[in-house]
C-alpha cells in the first residue's frame, strides 16, 4: 500500500530550530515528486514547495523562499521539511503529498505549536 | 502567481440537493491543470479531480469537474451526508502551485 508517514506533533520555542520528516513506503520513493503543504489555524491549503527525491531538485513557493529549506534523503525513503528559527507564525499543520502536479496521496499531517 | 478565488463562501444545502461550486483563476491555468480536493474536520486534504474533469481513484461518480482557461466548476451531483466538508480548488499549470481560499459545504 502506497502510503507517506508523517513524524509526530511539535512544541517548539520561537528561535528554535526544527526538522520534521515524511516517509513513504509502497512505491519508489525515488520516482515522485514530493510536495509540503502548510495549514494555519482555522485556514486554507498553502503551496510551499517541492521536491524530487529522485535528483533533489527542489521549488520554493516565493512566500517560503528563504524561510524553510525542503530536502529529501532517498536511501531512507524520506522528505523534510526544516526551520533554523522558528516564529509563532510557523503555527501550523503541516502536510507532505505525492504530487504530479496535484496531490493525489497525502500523510497524515505534522502539528507544529510556537509558543514561549 | 497565479490566484484562485472560489465562490461562494458558504453553501448550505441538504442531503440530495445539487452542489455547485466554483473557481476562477486570475490568469488563463495552462493545460486545465486545475485539481479539487476536499477536506473534512481533523483529516488530511482528499483529491477529488485533477486535469480539471478526471475523477481520482476511488472517488465515486457524482462528483465532476468542468472549465478551462480561467473558469472552473465542481459539480457534486447529489449530496451524501460525507460530503459535508471544505472544498479547495488548486492550479498547477504554473509555479507555484496555488489553492483557492476554500468553499464550505454546510448541512442547511
Known amino acids: 500500500e502506497m502510503q507517506l508517514v508523517q513524524s509526530g506533533a511539535e512544541v517548539k520555542k520561537p528561535g528554535e530550530s526544527l526538522k520534521i520528516s515524511c516517509k513513504g513506503s509502497g512505491y519508489s520513493f525515488t520516482s515522485y515528486w514530493i510536495g509540503w503543504v502548510r495549514q494555519m489555524p482555522g485556514k486554507g491549503l498553502e503551496w510551499m514547495g517541492i521536491i524530487y527525491p529522485g535528483d533533489s531538485d527542489t521549488r520554493y513557493s516565493p512566500s517560503f523562499q528563504g524561510q524553510v529549506i525542503i530536502s529529501a534523503d532517498k536511501s531512507i525513503s524520506t522528505a523534510y521539511l526544516q526551520w533554523s528559527s522558528l516564529k509563532a507564525s510557523d503555527t501550523a499543520m503541516y502536510y507532505c503529498?505525492?504530487?504530479?502536479?496535484?496531490?493525489?496521496?497525502w500523510g497524515q499531517g505534522t502539528m507544529v505549536t510556537v509558543s514561549s | 502567481e497565479i490566484v484562485l478565488t472560489q465562490s461562494p463562501g458558504t453553501l448550505s444545502l441538504s442531503p440530495g440537493e445539487r452542489a455547485t461550486l466554483s473557481c476562477r483563476a486570475s490568469?488563463?491555468?495552462?493545460?486545465?491543470?486545475l485539481a479539487w480536493y476536499h477536506q473534512k474536520p481533523g483529516q488530511a486534504p482528499r483529491l477529488l479531480i485533477y486535469g480539471a474533469s478526471s475523477r481520482a481513484t476511488g472517488i465515486p461518480d457524482r462528483f465532476s469537474g468542468s472549465g478551462s482557461g480561467t473558469d472552473f466548476t465542481l459539480t457534486i451531483s447529489r449530496l451524501e451526508p460525507e460530503d459535508f466538508a471544505v472544498y479547495y480548488c488548486?492550479?498547477?499549470?504554473?509555479?507555484?502551485?496555488?489553492f483557492g481560499q476554500g468553499t464550505k459545504v454546510e448541512i442547511k
Open positions: 503529498a505525492v504530487t504530479h502536479g496535484a496531490f493525489d496521496m
Open positions: 488548486q492550479q498547477y499549470g504554473s509555479s507555484p502551485g496555488t
Open positions: 490568469q488563463s491555468v495552462g493545460s486545465s491543470y
